[in-house]
């Protein structure tokens, strides 16, 4: 038997809580957690510690001992350059929206709203020169606000509309003057209305290609994504899942991921998946062009290769690329089945069937995971199709194919999304957000209360996690899981309730469900021995809330890799019912044992560890808790 290494051991410190919830089968709750290195190195209490411990320096650090402890949450779906360019614009939109300072701009719910805001937002930037830019115009909620009415209201400057989803934007002539745009140029678009000034998915590109160096300005793009990271930390996220990376220019995301996540301290991570078919236009020396041309996804390919070594401590790459299939849910786009839309009009095509039907072909058989946005059931017939083909062609294993937003899939579809081995990453803010007018306007009662169907999913055998898409969502992990659990919607009602999760589910999907979905479950979504040392730090445990209540819950920081990073204060979601602006806890100093064999004093009993100070700590709890009981008595 070879002799153990007499080589110093890493400096250990031990995370102590009142709860730990692992998210792990096996040893689903702990109140210890030995780190060394930004690892994982043991879990259980702090007699189970004890090997550990010997010949090392230690920390046990108490700063965590009243609160509560889970992984670090995981976004599995945002677009970090979409909130660098959408952060620094004036939000007006039908719901509430948190800024990256923790105030809160209020919904326009109503025509009346939406007009006073707009007309405030727009008169507190003087300058007419410049570009006034708001975020969350929903035509369906707040009227009418095409070129002839943006005209009326401000003649003199340029004012750029962003729809709520991001597909659509809406100018007034000023602004389209000012983008150098005209007939001749857009050339009869399919997805543009010229005369009301209205640009929709890919007929966007127009707007948004020439807004591209107002917008890459560092002093708006790196203020954006900061805000980005700032509101990503509030919500407990420690690792996000880029779903689109390279959009913009991949040189340019990386170097603002740098300043921002490296240089800037941001304690998170970012996995990158290639934007499929932005690569492939790039490589081909095409432009982004309607839903129906063809795309050369086997230059992308080529051209994706390179990037891999690229990867950095806080940004990592993944072997997987993005596709779409159908128009956004937020605009009412996604493609739909019959009986379709209440209005007749029809949705619309990212990537036509056929166009979709080649990037999947591609990036299958050369092995890699594919991701595929789509919304509307006649979006998933498609991809759905594209994925049998794929796998009549080249059958593969544990291919991970990824659903996401699922916004509406009809319920004959979900055993062939089982049968073909796909998973699903969904959007439940979609519930909350739009269940209530999508029933009104659009989808009618019935296909309303069964936006995204999160039940009939797991119980098919998916995987299911969360995403936020965020500027789609807010970045809160627990709210997504709060919306997929209750099925609640803005007004109070309870829809499709047999769609429901458990608490248990809903929690997997924003820990080690969303990892699994980017293929990073080896390395975080669960605390146990030899993952990152990434943990959300909580006021409040979910277990004790409870389904109800998990937008409740208060985040007070995060440990990113061993290292807290403690919020100024603790954060509830943006929906909670409590308030979010409860002071920090005081935070005792951690207290340094010497380097020798830690000997137990006793076995658990009564929830204690059996180490003095746990016993002494308790007694303290115990004692502030009686306290607090008399002076509200």
């Not at 579809?413 to 029933?439: E, F």
């Not at 969360?466 to 099925?487: G, I, K, V, Y």
Request: charged share 20%; with cysteine.
């Amino acid at each position: 038997m070879s002799k153990p290494s007499s080589r110093p051991a890493t400096p250990l410190t031990i995370y102590v809580a009142k709860c730990i919830h692992t998210m792990d089968e096996s040893l689903p709750r702990a109140t210890a957690v030995g780190v060394a290195d930004g690892r994982i190195v043991a879990v259980g209490d702090l007699a189970s510690m004890a090997p550990w411990r010997e010949g090392r320096q230690v920390t046990v650090d108490e700063r965590f001992a009243d609160m509560v402890l889970m992984p670090g949450l995981i976004d599995n779906h945002i677009h970090p350059f979409l909130g660098a360019l959408l952060m620094p614009t004036e939000h007006i939109a039908p719901e509430p929206w948190r800024q990256a300072d923790g105030s809160i701009r209020p919904a326009a719910r109503t025509p009346e709203d939406y007009r006073r805001l707009l007309l405030e937002r727009v008169a507190a930037h003087p300058d007419k020169s410049d570009w006034f830019i708001s975020f969350g115009y929903q035509p369906a909620l707040h009227g009418k606000y095409g070129r002839a009415e943006l005209d009326a209201l401000f003649p003199d400057r340029p004012v750029l509309l962003i729809q709520r989803s991001f597909h659509e934007t809406y100018l007034n002539t000023a602004g389209v003057d000012k983008l150098g745009l005209t007939a001749e140029i857009v050339g009869g678009h399919p997805q543009v209305d010229w005369a009301d000034g209205h640009f929709f998915e890919t007929g966007n590109k127009f707007v948004m290609s020439r807004l591209m160096r107002y917008f890459l300005r560092p002093q708006w793009y790196h203020q954006g994504l900061k805000q980005t990271a700032q509101l990503m930390h509030q919500g407990g996220i420690t690792t996000a899942g880029d779903m689109l990376f390279g959009g913009i220019d991949p040189e340019y995301e990386l170097a603002a991921l740098d300043a921002v996540l490296h240089r800037g301290g941001a304690p998170m991570r970012v996995v990158n998946v290639f934007d499929g078919r932005g690569f492939s236009n790039r490589a081909s020396g095409r432009s982004a062009g309607p839903p129906d041309q063809a795309v050369a996804f086997a230059d992308g390919l080529k051209a994706m290769q390179p990037l891999f070594e690229r990867a950095g401590p806080k940004v990592w790459f993944s072997k997987a690329v993005k596709l779409f299939a159908d128009g956004a849910m937020f605009s009412q786009l996604m493609q739909m089945q019959a009986p379709g839309y209440i209005d007749g009009h029809r949705g619309e095509w990212l990537m036509a069937p056929p166009v979709l039907a080649q990037g999947v072909s591609t990036f299958w058989n050369a092995g890699w995971q594919i991701h595929v946005h789509v919304n509307g059931d006649g979006g998933m017939a498609s991809v759905l199709s594209a994925l049998e083909a794929a796998q009549a062609e080249k059958p593969r294993f544990d291919h991970r194919f990824f659903l996401h937003h699922v916004g509406f899939h009809a319920a004959a579809q979900t055993a062939r999304i089982a049968a073909l081995g796909a998973h699903a990453s969904v959007n439940p803010y979609y519930i909350h957000a739009l269940a209530d007018d999508y029933a009104r306007v659009g989808l009618g009662e019935e296909r309303a209360a069964q936006i995204t169907r999160c039940g009939s999913l797991v119980r098919a055998g998916l995987k299911v996690s969360f995403h936020s898409d965020f500027m789609m969502a807010p970045p809160e992990p627990l709210l997504l899981a709060w919306c997929a659990a209750t099925r609640t919607t803005g007004s109070g009602r309870v829809v499709a309730p047999a769609e429901r999760l458990d608490l248990l589910q809903a929690l997997r999907g924003v820990t080690i469900d969303a990892a699994w979905a980017l293929r990073v479950e080896h390395e975080v979504g669960s605390i146990v021995a030899g993952k990152r040392a990434d943990f959300c730090v909580m006021l409040d445990d979910p277990f004790e809330l409870g389904v109800e209540r998990l937008k409740d819950v208060r985040i007070a920081g995060t440990v990113f890799e061993g290292t807290p990073h403690m919020l100024q204060r603790p954060m509830a979601s943006l929906h909670a019912a409590l308030p979010d602006a409860s002071p920090a806890p005081a935070a005792p100093a951690p207290r340094r044992t010497p380097a020798v064999r830690y000997r137990p004093v006793a076995a658990r009993c009564c929830g204690l560890s059996g180490d003095v100070c746990d016993i002494g700590r308790q007694w303290a709890t115990w004692g502030a808790t009686a306290a607090r009981g008399q002076a509200s008595a």
